[in-house]
């Protein structure tokens, strides 16, 4: 190898690791609800309870979308969909297993996991910690991080919170 190569090699790992992956750079996060209709399992098509004042049954499934890009055009996702249902007023259902990661040039995925830290079936919420972990490497040169969101699924109306 040539000795200018060693030095641009030396020049953009010092730089790189000046800089940092920097995965907040452009980080951003978007969440949406979707009620699910009869053919799906869900109850979108129900009118509220008119006597007791409780919010409408249903089944519904939420998609939050976590991503950010490097300035190398390297880019990371992070998605978590939960299903779940409720009658009206308590979580009677809950799936939290759609939940994956994609990633593209420099950027690498190191697994995703959920965790249920609140709240039951049964209850009025249920809350849950999703975390995806990926790396970020170039030129031998590699760094971890970590991308968290939290998500309380609510029995009534497809609600859901931070």
């Known amino acids: 190898?040539?000795?200018?190569?060693?030095?641009?090699?030396?020049?953009?790992?010092?730089?790189?690791?000046?800089?940092?992956?920097?995965?907040?750079?452009?980080?951003?996060?978007?969440?949406?609800?979707?009620?699910?209709?009869?053919?799906?399992?869900?109850?979108?098509?129900?009118e509220p309870p008119s006597d007791d004042g409780g919010g409408y049954p249903g089944c519904w499934r939420a998609f939050v979308e976590a991503w950010g890009s490097h300035w190398t055009g390297?880019?990371?996702?992070?998605?978590?969909?939960?299903?779940?249902?409720?009658?009206?007023?308590?979580?009677?259902?809950?799936?939290?297993?759609?939940?994956?990661q994609t990633t593209s040039g420099f950027y690498g995925p190191n697994g995703v996991s959920h965790w249920q830290v609140g709240g039951c079936v049964g209850c009025p919420g249920i809350r849950f910690h999703a975390q995806a972990r990926f790396s970020f490497s170039f030129m031998g040169w590699t760094s971890y991080f970590d991308d968290d969101r939290f998500i309380t699924l609510y029995g009534s109306n497809g609600r859901i919170g931070g």
Not at 19 to 42: D, I, K, S
Not at 76 to 99: K, Q, R
């Open 1 to 46: 190898m040539k000795t200018r190569h060693l030095i641009g090699a030396a020049l953009a790992a010092v730089t790189l690791a000046a800089l940092g992956p920097a995965p907040t750079a452009t980080a951003a996060a978007t969440v949406t609800v979707e009620p699910l209709v009869r053919a799906q399992g869900g109850l979108d098509d129900r």
């Open 74 to 100: 390297s880019t990371w996702h992070h998605y978590f969909n939960p299903y779940w249902c409720g009658n009206g007023s308590v979580v009677t259902y809950a799936d939290p297993s759609w939940h994956y």
